[in-house]
């Protein structure tokens, strides 16, 4: 089988912080970098030197329907609020730095956990799913995009078909395009996306040589996607992979990643190594984060 990163353009990470459980979701807002500590139940914020700061703790929440409180992807209103998937309780959760409340209940939208989300200048958050109960060993089905206006209501994007497995979701600069990874399908999507946040114009973008989880795009119309157990890789439009991130399987799985630092031209990646049992996430605390300069710039793009 040829090697699907031949011709690509090999960068070296390097770790920036560790000991945490499952990390997820990074996200480059106000000047640092912010991702989901997902088994600790918990939204971090690090400093450049890598010093972690739990900015939402979400570990003494009462959860609805008595699943583990797991935090999945965020983004912020324009009040401020951070806004949160609680993925198994499927609940979109708002934080105003004191105490929780529910922004939106997807409970009968969602036929699996809620995943990741992208939250657009409105305030109108983009979420993915699963479709399926993953962790309880049922087996994958298609399952539509889900939006949350800015007024906390809810609906599922049915008229653009079924995703297989969404997972990470970006929306471009200038809020004219949506990707969004297809996890079991091995395909980033991308959809047209008006001035009223309506989506349409479904197409793939890239098929991808492993499992893609969560991404980000670059002013230069790449979209770099996690692929666990395997890489962090750029692709072009067509499914050319520009640029690779390799890792080493027995030290990291690299789910997800941010373009952020100065000029957003250092690629943030989030790994970890125990993500099906979550107790031994717990107890291991193999999640790390890691670091490289790039030659593109994240520019304005969400998240």
Known sequence: MADPFADARVLAAKQLSSGYTWAECPRWHDGALWFSDMYAHRIVRLDDDGTPHTMADLSQRTSVNGTEVIPGGFGWLPDGRLIVTSMHERLVLAFDGERFTVHADLRDLASGPINDMVVDGDGRAYVTQLGFELFQGEQPRDSPLLVVEPDGTAHALTDLGG??????????????????????????TVLDRDAYGRLDGRRVFATTPSLPDGICLDDDGGVWAGMPGVAVARFAEGGAITDVVPFDAAEALPPACVLGGDGRRTLYICAGLDVMDWE?????????????PVQVSGGANRP
């Open 163 to 188: 995703m297989s497995g969404a997972n990470g979701i970006a929306i471009t600069a200038d809020g004219s395009h949506v990707f969004t990874a297809e996890a079991f399908a091995n395909r980033i």
């Open 280 to 292: 031994e996430s717990r107890r291991n605390r193999r999640g790390t984060v890691w670091q490289v």
